[in-house]
């Protein structure tokens, strides 16, 4: 089973930026969509940005279009979320799971159910 390893997460001042990796050693995840979903304290996880590993097809969530920038690295088998112009309510935990390329990138991000291999998360905090 695959198992993503996300880092990179910190404090930062708003206005800031911070770039997330997520690992997953071992496996080339062939014809799936990888997405970043985040988890704020008292609030639903919701999905961020997606990634087709099939055609790079994206998908960000409207509250970061413009602002996050989510790519790959096949050869080393990570995800990267840059994340500029940071604000506070972007502080959450962030984490990265896969699921099978099925339908649209849009649609099995917005839906994210049956998105798996989530890992630990790494923390993300802006903050002045």
């Known amino acids: 089973q695959v198992q993503f390893v996300e880092s990179g997460g910190g404090l930062v001042q708003p206005g800031g930026f911070l770039r997330l990796s997520c690992a997953h050693a071992g496996f080339t995840l062939d014809n799936h969509v990888i997405g970043w979903f985040r988890q704020a304290p008292g609030k639903e996880r919701e999905q961020v940005a997606c990634i087709s590993t099939t055609n790079n097809i994206v998908y960000y969530t409207d509250s970061v279009r413009g602002r996050f920038d989510i790519s790959r690295d096949n050869a080393k088998n990570m995800v990267f979320l840059q994340m500029n112009s940071l604000k506070p309510e972007d502080t959450a935990i962030y984490y990265c799971?896969?699921?099978?390329?099925?339908?649209?990138?849009?649609?099995?991000?917005?839906?994210?159910?049956?998105?798996?291999?989530w890992g630990q998360g790494t923390q993300v905090t802006v903050s002045s």
């Open positions: 799971a896969a699921d099978e390329y099925r339908t649209t990138v849009r649609e099995q991000c917005i839906t994210w159910s049956k998105f798996q291999s």
